[in-house]
Nanobody, 116 residues
Framework: QVQLVESGGGLVQPGGSLRLSCAASGLILEDYAIGWFRQVPGKEREGVSCINSDGSTNYGDSVKGRFTGSRDNAKNTVYLQMNSLKPEDTAVYYC??????????RGQGTQVTVSS
């Protein structure tokens, strides 16, 4: 059974940092480009980061220079380091086995709240 499980979300003050993890079972993440997305109720889903199979990365304009995606293939896990967080980064973040929807596989998501 394929599962993607995100963790690392929480409440952080503006300017703070969080690191999200996306751990997989039932598939090898190394074989996929992994996308990080975020969703706010009532708003369109936003692509945050794409971590390609070769380790190269792409970012949405709103997070460039603040977010960094990476892989640990030995742990079958992908990460999203988020620095200089802003209130507008508040959303549910999830990972998926593609960088452009529709998703073949995706996780349930983890809530990130940026507030003072």
């Amino acid at each position: 059974q394929v599962q993607l499980v995100e963790s690392g979300g929480g409440l952080v003050q503006p300017g703070g940092s969080l690191r999200l993890s996306c751990a997989a079972s039932g598939l090898i993440l190394e074989d996929y480009a992994i996308g990080w997305f975020r969703q706010v109720p009532g708003k369109e889903r936003e692509g945050v980061s794409c971590i390609n199979s070769d380790g190269s990365t792409n970012y949405g304009d709103s997070v460039k220079g603040r977010f960094t995606g990476s892989r640990d293939n030995a742990k079958n896990t992908v990460y999203l380091q988020m620095n200089s967080l802003k209130p507008e980064d508040t959303a549910v973040y999830y990972c998926a086995t593609d960088c452009v929807p529709p998703h073949e596989w995706r996780g349930q998501g983890t809530q990130v709240t940026v507030s003072s």
